[in-house]
């Protein structure tokens, strides 16, 4: 039980950091279970990697709670309407995920191994490269003036990330990104799409695997949500700031190094 519950934090930490950067929470947690031959165990459940994430989310609802609510008295009524429209938009980009993630969720859990998650780190670790160096004109600079056309397009690059490995945020920023939004609009708005996402997916693997847990896993459970919150208040304060001053070359790198890593590890483990 001791031994779960420091797993739980570590994983935690893990979650927390990863969620909100673009270098994949999911990639690193299925690698980190690998590291830690987390296997069998209550924190190597899918129920517990995903439910960890709504500790994740719930960070996104603390830090931006009166942006993200409609009814905020502080608001005017312009504020408030323009608050229903961000989530008209994050509904309508969050569609095309919904309808993949329920027809291959089953199978694209055939991919959750580090052969998939080292290729796809490095493959978004190049096109971040990419798109940083063509990312010159900016269209989109804050969410206000977003299309909805533009949300549906974010969606669909929002699809890309059912593949283990590819990161949710880090499709959807690339994706703002290459079809004109600055880094921030592209942060900010793939933060507000993991709130019915997250929420989504976590509902689905309860509903699969069934909430019957054991005392014990409710208080490890618990304490990687708890982990996780906290973290993430401090990732995504981290990552807002820094896009303000910085592009994220240093995430397409960290991510072409990680999995080439993570390549010569698995491969020299398989010789020795």
Same mark, same amino acid.
């Given at each position: ?28 947690? @299925? ?17 517990? !990697? ?12 603390? !830090? ?26 994050? @509904? ?36 971040? =490269? ?25 969606? =669909?690059?929002?699809? !890309? ?12 920023? =690339?994706? +703002? ?17 993991? @709130? ?9 693997? @309860? ?14 459970? =618990? ?11 401090? +990732? ?37």
């Amino acid at each position: 039980m001791f031994l779960e519950i420091l797993k739980s934090i570590f994983l935690g930490v893990v979650e927390g950091i990863t969620e909100w950067l673009p270098i994949s929470s999911t990639g690193h947690m @299925i690698l980190v279970n690998e590291f830690i031959r987390n296997e069998g165990c209550f924190t190597a459940s899918d129920l517990y !990697l995903y439910v960890i994430q709504l500790g994740a989310i719930l960070a996104v609802v603390t !830090l931006y709670f009166r942006k993200l609510n409609p009814f905020a008295l502080s608001k005017t009524e312009e504020e408030r309407t323009d608050t229903w429209k961000m989530w008209f938009k994050v @509904i309508v980009a969050c569609i095309p995920a919904a309808v993949a993630g329920l027809i291959l969720n089953d199978y694209m859990e055939h991919f959750e191994n580090w052969q998939v998650v080292s290729a796809t780190l490095i493959v978004y670790g190049v096109a971040f =490269l990419i798109a940083e160096k063509h990312h010159k004109k900016t269209t989109v600079t804050d969410i206000n003036s977003m299309s909805y056309k533009t949300a549906v397009m974010i969606g =669909l690059f929002q699809v !890309l990330s059912i593949i283990p490995g590819t990161s949710r945020s880090g499709a959807t920023i =690339l994706g +703002a990104m290459l079809i004109g939004c600055s880094r921030s609009v592209a942060a900010e708005f793939s933060f507000f799409l993991a @709130i019915p996402v997250m929420f989504g997916v976590s509902l689905l693997k @309860i509903v699969k695997n069934g909430l019957t847990m054991s005392g014990g896993e409710v208080a490890v459970l =618990l304490t990687g949500m708890a982990v996780a919150y906290a973290v993430s208040m401090a +990732a995504i304060k981290f990552l807002m700031n820094y896009v303000r001053k910085h592009d994220f070359k240093a995430f397409g790198y960290y991510r072409i190094i990680l999995g080439i890593c993570v390549i010569a590890y698995f491969s020299l483990t398989a010789i020795f």
